[in-house]
C-alpha cells in the first residue's frame, strides 16, 4: 500500500501562486508515475500534470506554461508550483500515485487539497 498527503492548497486571488506538495509513503515502488488531477464541482476529474521517475513530464493543455511539476524521489514527494491562477483553476487537487509493482498495476490516491481562486 502506498499512503499519499497533500498540502498547501487554500485561497489566492486571480494572477496568484500557490504550491501543491504531495508526501507518498508506505510500500513505495520505482519505475512508478506521480502526478496531480483536479476535479471542479460537477465536472470529471481531470489530469492537470504527470512526472515519471526518469522526471518526463505532461501537462493538461490549459496549465502549460503556467503549473510546473516536480519530483524529489529521495524524499518520495512531488509538488506542483501553481503561477498566474485562474478562477477556472478552482477545484479540488489530488495527488495521485501509479505503476506496476512488478506485473501488477496499482492505483493511489490522496485525499484532495481544495485550491479557490478568486476574481
Known amino acids: 500500500q502506498v499512503q499519499l498527503v497533500e498540502s498547501g492548497g487554500g485561497l489566492v486571488q486571480a494572477g496568484g501562486s500557490l504550491r501543491l506538495s504531495c508526501a507518498a509513503s508506505?510500500?513505495?515502488?520505482?519505475?512508478?508515475?506521480m502526478g496531480w488531477y483536479r476535479q471542479a464541482p460537477g465536472k470529471q476529474r481531470d489530469l492537470v500534470a504527470a512526472?515519471?521517475?526518469?522526471?518526463?513530464?505532461n501537462y493538461l493543455d490549459s496549465v502549460k506554461g503556467r503549473f510546473t511539476i516536480s519530483r524529489d524521489n529521495a524524499k518520495n514527494m512531488v509538488y506542483l508550483q501553481m503561477n498566474s491562477l485562474k478562477p477556472e483553476d478552482t477545484a479540488v487537487y489530488y495527488c495521485?500515485?501509479?505503476?506496476?509493482?512488478?506485473?501488477?498495476?496499482?492505483?493511489?490516491w490522496g485525499k484532495g487539497t481544495l485550491v479557490t481562486v478568486s476574481s
Open positions: 495521485n500515485f501509479r505503476g506496476y509493482r512488478v506485473t501488477v498495476f496499482e492505483n493511489y
Open positions: 508506505g510500500s513505495i515502488f520505482s519505475g512508478n508515475t
Open positions: 512526472i515519471f521517475t526518469g522526471g518526463t513530464t
